[in-house]
């Protein structure tokens, strides 16, 4: 084995336990949905351009059902998980807080949190005002 | 009395490490694999310079849509939004931003797991490149009836 291999044979050896991995996979998986979501959001805003004004509009009333309301709040969730994780990961490569990565990946996912709250609060609020009287009637 | 001797084998000379002709190394990961794996060093750049332009875009993005909530969602919201230029420069640098960023790591993902040869992964890069650069002019085309005002 050459030396540079050598070094690099216990790569990855401690990756798969504790809070790192955990950040880790959630990363990917929010990074997969935002990346399905990305197209999904072009096709919609496109549908404009292939049949008029009123096919977006319509998509508009459709998403303000409560249902798709949660959906985004769960996509907000996606966003800011994946940024916050994200801002922790450059902070690395500027080799800032690499001794208290753990502590940096917590005040990154408080910052998460909170800011989750501004957009639940909105969300809630929504659906309480728009959605009293019951949950039915999609589309 | 047998004594036996048990020779031991003969020690292979010990091979100067010029870093080339690398022994298979079944079982875990080479240092060339890891290397490769890594998708280059535009790739890692790129990623971070579109993640800054993300955070500060989506922010704006976000905010301007969910909280600040400028008027109901619907093809004239927009049509006044895009009405200013600063969101004009926030949202087309978006779309460029996202599509770079969101494909780069799709590619990461099937570096990991998929694609060892050096002619697949050129092929990944390219094909992704194009499709990425139609996307781009696909979102403009859907874009411009807001901005060519």
Not at chain 1, 77 to 87: C, I, K, T, Y
Not at chain 2, 19 to 44: C, E, F, L, N, Y
Not at chain 2, 71 to 91: E, M, Q, Y
Not at chain 2, 106 to 134: K, T
Request: glycine share 10%; hydrophobic share 55%.
């Amino acid at each position: 084995m050459s030396p540079v291999d050598a070094a690099a044979t216990n790569v990855g050896a401690g990756n798969w336990k504790g809070l790192g991995m955990w950040a880790w996979l959630l990363f990917r998986i929010a990074g997969i949905v935002l990346v399905v979501y990305l197209f999904a959001h072009i096709g919609v805003i496109s549908s404009a351009r292939w049949s008029g004004h009123s096919t977006l509009n319509s998509a508009f009333t459709l998403f303000d059902h409560p249902l798709f309301v949660l959906l985004d709040l769960l996509l907000v969730w996606a966003v800011l998980f994946h940024a916050l994780n994200g801002v922790r990961i450059l902070l690395m490569d500027f080799g800032l807080g690499i001794h208290r990565h753990k502590a940096v990946f917590v005040v990154c996912m408080l910052v998460a949190v909170v800011s989750l709250g501004f957009f639940a609060f909105k969300a809630f609020s929504y659906i309480a005002a728009h959605h009293a009287g019951g949950l039915g009637g999609l589309v | 009395m047998n004594a036996q001797v048990v020779e031991s084998p003969p020690q292979a000379p010990r091979q100067p490490a010029t870093g080339k002709d690398h022994p298979p190394t079944t079982g875990r990961m080479s240092a060339s694999v890891i290397d490769q794996s890594s998708g280059g060093m535009w790739g890692w750049l790129l990623q971070r310079v579109t993640a800054v332009v993300l955070i500060v875009g989506l922010l704006t993005h976000l905010v301007a849509t969910h909280i600040f909530n400028l008027g109901r969602l619907s093809f004239l919201n927009i049509d006044h939004r895009l009405a200013s230029t600063f969101f004009v420069v926030i949202d087309v640098s978006l779309l460029a931003a996202a599509i770079f960023h969101g494909l780069n790591g799709a590619r990461m993902i099937v570096l990991d797991y998929w694609l060892e040869s050096r002619a697949s992964r050129r092929a990944l890069s390219i094909a992704l490149w194009v499709f990425g650069s139609a996307t781009f002019v696909y979102g403009m085309w859907a874009l411009w009836p807001w901005i060519s005002r």
